[in-house]
């Protein structure tokens, strides 16, 4: 087979997933960037794992069907079955029952890796994408969930979201529990069906949604109806009977609501219809909403799941986490106009030969510079001066030096702002520092 | 199937790849951090690309049993055949190939992601690895592999290598190509043995190579074996006949070797038997070796490759570049003794109250702090001063306070420095300073 009539290799990447290119990894970059400051300002370590992990433990907490159709599953020569996560908590709960004699807790962790889904791509559904992972393992209290939040809100703050923009909605499993298993009297799958109902509400016209209810609850529904139609957490609570199980859990929503007032987290409201994975979650759940007129969305979220390692066959360790996907984000910044309007440039100096023999000053003048901290572009090529310019413009380079016969001789470097248009001349010694002052002054 | 009896599962990972604790993860860091400071002062920019690549990327290159062998290919339920990238350059050529009418060349890129491979684990041949990859896209003359080099050389120096510790290695896959070719007449499968055999050499016992290479080569074994022998440049050229080609392809490494020498990088080293993959490269080789007594090694290298985007179908772009695996370089960091010896601190005070009534005007001190770019970590428990204390030393965090009566009603704070043991006083808003002003101390 000739070369010409060898197949040509297509430059598509794989299906539903993204090559980024400088300028979109600059934005990824942007996002984890502000999410890292926010974190580690609490004292979160990041920890990380590879994609590839035995499919078993995904199996113990979904169903086999699901683990096989909305997973990339694979049998390795090995005859190992493999799976690429599709998210990242199996993974640290892995990683925590596996040291978890050795680890000292509090554990505060936090991760930024690739989840895999096999999915059919369509908007903001890829089969890659990135998350943020953010656990905290070894606190029991409600002060767990009152940091977790906290952390949330610092990150939407750290990307520049005002709390008009964005609201974190709470509810507790512990209630939505006692309601559904002591009050309505389901459990298994009566319960589960009961939740899911639950979470679409919003989703469903009122007709429709009482409708549904009344077929599945039969006269219980308009108890659960009058609880979900209650304007605030005081009527809520209202409808609920005065018992010591109930009334704990329904404190420690009051306690976290109050103790984020106390911190100035003042956009948190009671959301009685939030439910959140069914199978997950042991109390307080929370998500943070886009409040944006007329796309009101679930930006990320996350609450306490205690239960995390019983499927490892070791004692429970207390754990309140989220993770916050990268799509969704991207979005919103995009939608609140909070994404750097220009990709960051490459390098602050442009540096020519004005012929080819000064190339070899060019380059030892180029290592002084980068030496010196100074990010330097050398460009070997023999056009004009006017040339040169232009293509540092087009490089997005801000200052630019052009090296002959003077300056080689003298030492002494004409280096011009291409933003002001304003030159300096300067000795090799100079320039790190006029550049370093430039760019502290802008 | 009650929860007694189910299955417990394993806290293993995948066979072959590693978890990273923050421990692991900072040894990544330390490592990914001192590379993107030396490629990013050359004015490089990074991209990235999915782990998923459609399996005919590499089919175009390698044979089809290396794809299926020493791959993780897979077919997804569209019937595609999935490959995870054993390598970051078919990616990376694809990505130029697609948007090469609008980059805007020359093109400086890298990338830090994870690589995997169906091996067999042994030591340093784990089943995913992270690798380094750089390569400058649009520079046809030698001026590319002197930049290439050099970057490679300032990685080297960033990570605190000595020059006597390490050397560079180069070659001409031209000179090469012109001894197998044209002065040994092979081509073909005879012309890739020979090339196999010369990369083996130092491997082999003297007379084992020439047994091997007479067998092969015939008579003409002579010519090759003097050329090998060669103990420098000057003496293999000696045998060499003056040929325009040839010539031209020798000048370029004396010219490499002088540019590199002007900005000082003196350990540079030509090496006839260094060949890398052969139907890769079309032009200067070159490979990093470690020099240490006993264990002299290859680190990394790269070269020339011209030819990358053939398999597209499109026309060339001249491109240099080198990848870098952090297996190898963990463990020469490890020897020289140049990875950091204490994990960082996760948090620069430990904040915590003696009461928990205290808790609320923690949260916010905290908060101002963790504002003021302070890493804060607060712990929630009920413990005594000294076990608070030593709670803060085994969290490595070395500056402490404790919040009681005294502190909240006066808004004096003892912050303890648990290296020196000394106090100070001080007011909630000199707190910050103070930690940045003892930390800039350090």
């Known amino acids: 087979m000739s070369d010409t009539e060898r197949k040509r290799v297509s430059t598509e990447p794989y299906k539903g997933v993204r090559d980024f290119y400088p300028e979109d990894w600059a934005v990824q970059n942007h996002i984890w960037k502000a999410c890292r400051v926010a974190v580690e300002r609490f004292g979160f370590e990041e920890y990380n794992a590879s994609p590839l ?9 979904t169903s ?3 683990v096989n159709e909305q997973t990339y599953t694979f049998t390795d020569r090995g005859e190992r079955e493999v799976t690429l996560r599709p998210e990242m908590t199996p993974t640290v709960a892995r990683m925590i029952a596996a040291k978890r004699k050795t680890l000292y807790f509090p554990v505060r962790w936090y991760s930024i890796g690739n989840m895999f889904r096999y999915e059919r791509p369509q908007k903001g559904r890829l089969r890659e994408h990135y998350q943020l992972n953010v656990d905290i393992f070894g606190i029991a209290g409600i ?10 809100y610092e990150i939407m703050r750290g990307f520049g979201m005002d709390d008009k923009s964005f609201e974190i909605r709470i509810n507790s499993r512990k209630v939505m529990n006692y309601i559904i298993g002591t009050l309505l009297g389901q459990s298994g799958e009566a319960a589960r069906k009961t939740a899911g109902l639950i979470d679409r509400r919003a989703k ?16 219980k529904d308009a108890l659960l109806l009058t609880l979900l139609d209650s304007k ?6 209202s409808h609920l009977p005065k018992e010591k199980e109930l009334e704990t859990a329904l404190a420690e929503l009051k306690v976290l609501t109050e103790a984020l007032s106390a911190l100035g987290i003042t956009n948190v409201v009671f959301d009685q219809t939030l439910m959140r994975g069914f199978d997950y979650y042991t109390g307080i759940v929370f998500e943070v909403f886009d409040k944006h007129p007329g796309n009101i969305r ?3 979220g996350g609450g306490r799941y ?7 066959g070791v004692e429970r360790v207390p754990t309140v986490g989220f993770a916050m996907g990268d799509v969704t984000i991207r979005d919103v910044l995009q939608t609140y106009d909070l994404l750097p309007k220009v990709l960051p440039p490459p390098a602050e100096l442009y540096l020519s030969a004005m012929e080819r023999e000064y190339t070899e000053y060019v380059n030892d003048l180029a290592q002084i510079l980068r030496r010196d901290g100074t990010r330097v572009v050398v460009d070997y090529s023999d056009g004009k001066i006017a040339t040169k310019i232009k293509n540092a413009d087009r490089a997005r380079i801000p200052f630019f030096a052009v090296i002959g016969e003077i300056e080689k001789t003298s030492g002494q470097i004409k280096v011009k702002n291409l933003g002001t248009g304003k030159e300096a001349v300067l000795t090799e010694g100079n320039i790190a520092q006029f550049i370093h002052n430039a760019n502290a002054a802008n």
């Open 53 to 61: 992990e035995p499919s078993e433990l995904y199996k113990s907490k």
């Open 64 to 66: 086999e069907e699901i």
């Open 143 to 152: 002060e767990g969930e009152t940091e977790a939040i906290t952390v949330a």
């Open 204 to 219: 469903m016209e009122k007709e429709a949604f009482s409708a549904v209810l009344s077929e599945h609850l039969g006269e």
């Open 232 to 237: 605030n957490f005081e009527e809520f609570i």
């Open 298 to 300: 679930s930006l990320f």
């Open 306 to 312: 205690d239960n995390l390692l019983d499927t490892f």
